[in-house]
Structure formats: structure tokens, C-alpha cells
């Protein structure tokens, strides 16, 4: 079970487990604006709900030039699972300047590929194969990509995520 963590200012800032959701609100450093319905967890001291939502009591800071990790999740998610050279569905993702030649594992040198353009590029830079990319590889930018986990996302999350756009 998965929780939503907004800050003060209803932003979305994480999807935690909700025994860290939980400890976060009895440590009085959160409230829970969402449960669970029929779904209490039990402790010495008695019954808690399971937070669906939570909102910090305090504004936490979060500086903007945060660096997304690269993955390969991440890189395929960026590309709406297309390929870069062919537009076919991607499973893989090829390396712009291959490593062989110093390229870097970077948002900027990734791109998502399927496997049959993949293996014909092999260690070929696009323009010595004659190929043109459909979209420029950048770093991702936007609220979705600030929420970890936000994928699988409760569904019931999606008016709190509304209000911090």
C-alpha cells in the first residue's frame, strides 16, 4: 500500500509505504486528509486508520534544479515508449554517441530504440547510418516526473495532484 505525501502547500513531494506515512502522523509532523477505507492497522495503543493521503505540517523546500536520476524506465517513459529513429513500440534504449566512443550514460544521449533499430545501429553514430531522431533527447521536465512511484498512483490522488498544477 502506497501513500501520497503533499507538502504544506498540497504539492505532491512523494509516494512513501504507509508505515512511513504513518509514523510520519504520529509523530505529529503530518496530518492524513485520506484513508483507507476498512483497512486499520493495530497497535499497542489501539487502532489507526491507513493514510491514503497526508500533508506535511510544515513547508519543505525543494530546490528546482533537483537532477532526475536517468533509467532505463525513465527514458523509455520520456519517449511514450516509441523508438527514436523508427517510431515503432521500444523495449530497449540506445546510446546516441555509443559508449565505445565516449558517450555518456545522459537524459541527453539516451533515447528509446526498438530491438531491430538497435542492433542495425550497433556502435554507429545516427549520422553515419543515414537516420534522422524523431525528437531530440532532453531531461524530462514537469510535475510527473518530481513524484516518485507516481505510476501507480492511487487513482483517488488525482484531484489533491489537480490543485498543487
Request: with cysteine; hydrophobic share 40%.
Amino acid at each position: 500500500m502506497r501513500t501520497l505525501v503533499l507538502n504544506a502547500g498540497f504539492e505532491p513531494l512523494a509516494v512513501v509505504s504507509f508505515k512511513r506515512a504513518l509514523v510520519l502522523v504520529m509523530n505529529d509532523k503530518a496530518n492524513v486528509i485520506e484513508r483507507m477505507e476498512n483497512a486499520p492497522v493495530w497497535s499497542v495503543s489501539g487502532p489507526h486508520d491507513r493514510p491514503a493521503v497526508i500533508v506535511l505540517n510544515r513547508y519543505v523546500r525543494i530546490p528546482h534544479a533537483r537532477r532526475i536520476p536517468v533509467t532505463r524506465r525513465g527514458v523509455l517513459r520520456r519517449d511514450g515508449y516509441r523508438c527514436g529513429y523508427c517510431g515503432r513500440a521500444a523495449n530497449t534504449i540506445d546510446h546516441v554517441l555509443p559508449r565505445s566512443r565516449g558517450g555518456a550514460d545522459s537524459w541527453e544521449n539516451l533515447v528509446a530504440a526498438c530491438v531491430t533499430c538497435n542492433n542495425v545501429k550497433s556502435d554507429r553514430t545516427p549520422q553515419e547510418m543515414g537516420w534522422k531522431l524523431r525528437h531530440v533527447p532532453a531531461i524530462p521536465r514537469g510535475n510527473s516526473w518530481a513524484v516518485r512511484g507516481s505510476e501507480k498512483a492511487d487513482p483517488s490522488w488525482e484531484r489533491y495532484l489537480e490543485m498543487a498544477a
